[in-house]
């Protein structure tokens, strides 16, 4: 069953706490993402990785860090959250090369206040 | 500039009508992603699609990659189909998706 799983689904924290959000998958991919979804400004990309511990920054990356010890799993850290960083949280994973379908995680909404 | 735009913005019509969602790109192609969302939802892919057309249940895909276009036609929709539908697509040598802004459907009994 292909599935891409996050944790938590709902967070509240306080600014300067903080974040773990963290995914997984079963499908063996090689490529897996951070969007954020925020009203107006749709889905950007934070961080992609290409495989274990080979990571590169996306297009909003300031604030963010990202970690990939398993190939079935995918972390995103704020460290000393700010309340910018208030949004929808989704991880995505796909093959890079041939058939390379993004598969989305249930998201994660985070709040921070 | 924008390098996804989708048309129309917006979209009422009443159940069992037919709905068509259009997306421009404005650059080299990899692939072509069709996804649907419900408020406070996931995104569920509905296509992907490089080139050509494809066909799920009511639904069909058509992406011309010379006319830098791609299209998800919904046949007789129904107060199901209603959420936000969104294009992406993959760029060439880059993983990400380029997503447009969706078109907002909503289907009237």
């Known amino acids: 069953d292909m599935k891409v799983t996050q944790m938590p689904r709902y967070l509240i924290k306080r600014m300067g706490e903080n974040v773990l959000l963290e995914c997984g998958q079963d499908m063996s991919h090689e490529t897996m993402y951070w969007y954020r979804q925020d009203p107006g400004l749709g889905l950007q990309l934070i961080y992609i990785s290409y495989d274990v511990d080979s990571n590169s920054e996306g297009d909003i990356p300031k604030g963010y860090r990202v970690s990939r010890k398993k190939r079935e799993h995918f972390s995103l850290i704020l460290d000393s959250a700010k309340t910018n960083q208030t949004s929808v949280y989704f991880c995505?994973?796909?093959?890079?090369?041939?058939?390379?379908?993004?598969?989305f995680g249930p998201g994660t909404r985070l709040t921070v206040l | 500039g924008q390098q996804v735009q989708q048309s129309p913005a917006s979209l009422v019509l009443q159940e069992g009508e037919n709905a068509e969602l259009q997306c421009n790109f404005s650059t080299s192609l990899n692939s072509m992603q069709w996804f649907y969302q419900r408020p406070g939802g996931s995104l569920v892919s509905l296509f992907y699609n490089p080139s050509g057309t494809k066909h799920s249940g009511r639904l069909t895909s058509t992406t011309v990659i010379k006319e830098r276009r791609s299209s998800l036609h919904i046949s007789s929709s129904q107060t199901t189909d209603s959420g936000t539908y969104l294009c992406a697509l993959r760029h060439y040598n880059q993983g990400k998706l380029i997503f447009g802004q969706g078109t907002k459907l909503s289907i009237k009994p």
């Open positions: 995505a994973s796909s093959s890079w090369t041939g058939y390379a379908e993004q598969f």
